[in-house]
Structures are given as structure tokens and as C-alpha cells.
């Protein structure tokens, strides 16, 4: 188990960036595939980017790619996701999570959730 920690959320304009961060505490952080997910008001938690135990390979919905970016410091147990050029589309509570198995872009497989952070994006 792992508690999570998420924090760099906020109000931005349209084209905007904003970097969130999620640190972990409990013991083999390193040994999680992390994700972050977010979700709008009466909808399921939507997959957006996940990164392997190492850092190396990293996944990305569709609706992020070339805009978001997500990385990890298995030294400071803290996984980050840097989202650039911003839309109001993007306006969601984030939540980073650590998988137990299974697909990686479903949000079931998931048991450790952060609290989540609110990013607003204004037009």
C-alpha cells in the first residue's frame, strides 16, 4: 500500500501550464506503475498518462499527447505530470493512482487513490 498526495492544481488561462505533483509514502514506491486520472463532475474517472516502475515507458490518452507530460523520482517517491498548453476541456479534479495489476488506462485497477486536485482552465 501506498498513500498518495497529489498537489499543484489551480486556476489558469487557456494556453497556460501547470505542473502537478503527487508524492507517496509507504514502502516500494518504485515497485508501482503510477497514472494519473481525472474526472468531471457525474462522469467515470477518465484515464490520461501512466509511467512503468523505472520511468522509461510512458502511456498517454489521446487527448493528451503532445501536450502533457508525466515523470517520476523514485528517490523523492514523487510522480509529476507537467500539462502544457492548457484547454478548458482539461478542467477536471486530477487524481494519481498506483495499479495492483490488470489494463493500465482502467481506472479499477487501481486500489490506491490520491485525494485529487482541482485544475480550472478559464476561456
Known amino acids: 500500500q501506498v498513500q498518495l498526495v497529489e498537489s499543484g492544481g489551480g486556476l489558469v488561462q487557456a494556453g497556460g501550464s501547470l505542473r502537478l505533483s503527487c508524492a507517496a509514502s509507504g514502502r516500494t514506491f518504485s515497485n508501482y506503475l503510477m497514472a494519473w486520472f481525472l474526472q468531471t463532475a457525474g462522469k467515470e ?3 490520461v498518462a ?11 490518452a489521446d487527448f493528451v499527447k503532445g501536450r502533457f507530460t508525466i515523470s517520476r523520482n523514485n528517490a523523492k517517491n514523487t510522480v509529476y505530470l507537467q500539462m502544457n498548453t492548457l ?3 482539461d478542467t477536471a ?3 494519481c493512482a498506483a495499479r495492483v495489476n490488470g ?3 482502467t481506472a479499477d485497477n487501481y486500489n490506491n487513490w490520491g485525494q485529487g486536485t482541482q485544475v480550472t482552465v478559464s476561456s
Open 45 to 47: 474517472r477518465e484515464f
Open 50 to 60: 501512466a509511467i512503468n516502475w523505472s520511468g522509461i515507458t510512458t502511456y498517454y
Open 87 to 89: 484547454k478548458p476541456e
Open 93 to 95: 479534479v486530477y487524481y
Open 103 to 105: 489494463p493500465l488506462r
